[in-house]
């Protein structure tokens, strides 16, 4: 018999000390109700994150859940889906986490194309840390350690997972959860890499970048929009003005999982018992 799932049935009972208004409730809704939507159930389904605001809610969806150290959320959910192709895996964290100590691991998931999804929950601040600004802050913005402003250019990554070879990209808002849970569903059934970059304000910190600042300042993709068109992907990318919502891009080619495996026995299938005992003999030997 299929059981019904509800967004519920991904609740956990850990309270939230994420600041009231945060943008990331909007992704832990959208998230619950996408896994429910699409049938899945808590011991399917592996969820990673990473350190930051953002990086708390693994612990806020009922699941196998792993809290990793910072940046590296993509190594981790990879090696899991190594392990058991089985599980629906899901890797999370902010702007800061993937995007500049995580940047080294974000390239490679995204030229490995992995079988998962990964959320990147943009503030455009370091929210945990008091608000300094991240790799996707604007040249100018004020914090407490650049009083004179950022002197960085923001990165783009969506448009840096297109260049490495992303094969879905998606945006959405926080503020609008009923289209951030049809992107999730994309994501999750996507067959490889799928990037959902999420605008979640920070309330506490960036006065700037605010629900109201996005609500003039993004635009949704119309049904006109070529998802399959690479290079009209990277000019909605990097076109000056609005930010585009949707799915970008999207194209198939092979997983890691087809390219490595080859028809090979997953690592939670197998027999360990033989390995460890060879495992003590060795250790034996060298006492």
């Not at 913005?141 to 448009?159: E, F, K, V, W």
Request: net charge neutral; hydrophobic share 40%.
């Amino acid at each position: 018999m299929t059981t019904t799932m509800t967004p519920k049935d991904f609740a956990t009972a850990t309270p939230s000390w994420w600041c009231p208004g945060c943008g990331d409730y909007g992704v832990l809704s959208a998230l619950k109700a996408a896994l429910a939507e699409l049938g899945k159930q808590p011991k399917d389904v592996a969820f990673v994150s990473g350190i930051g605001c953002s990086g708390k809610i693994s612990g806020y969806l009922h699941s196998y859940a792993f809290h990793g150290v910072h940046g590296r959320a993509l190594p981790v959910a990879t090696a899991v889906k190594l392990a058991n192709r089985d599980l629906t895996v899901i890797a999370a964290g902010g702007d800061g986490d993937g995007y500049a100590i995580g940047a080294g691991h974000f390239l490679h998931a995204v030229r490995r194309n992995p079988k998962m999804a990964y959320v990147v929950m943009d503030n455009q601040t370091y929210g945990l840390t008091k608000g300094q600004s991240s790799p996707t802050s604007q040249t100018g913005y004020i914090t407490g350690t650049s009083p004179q402003g950022n002197p960085d250019a923001p990165i783009n990554g969506l448009a840096v997972a297109l260049a490495a070879g992303g094969t879905f990209l998606a945006r959405g808002f926080s503020a609008n959860p009923k289209h951030l849970v049809g992107l999730m569903k994309e994501a999750v059934e996507h067959d490889g890499f799928a990037i959902v970059e999420v605008m979640s304000p920070c309330v506490t910190y960036n006065k700037i970048n605010t629900y109201a600042w996005f609500k003039q300042n993004v635009y949704y993709l119309d049904d006109g929009y070529d998802a399959t068109d690479r290079v009209r992907a990277f000019e909605a990318l990097t076109a000056e003005g609005k930010i585009p919502l949707g799915v970008i891009y999207r194209e198939q080619r092979p997983t890691l999982e087809t390219l490595t495996h080859l028809g090979a026995t997953p690592i939670v299938d197998l027999r360990l018992d033989p390995q460890l005992r060879e495992l003590v003999a060795i250790q034996d030997a060298y006492a």
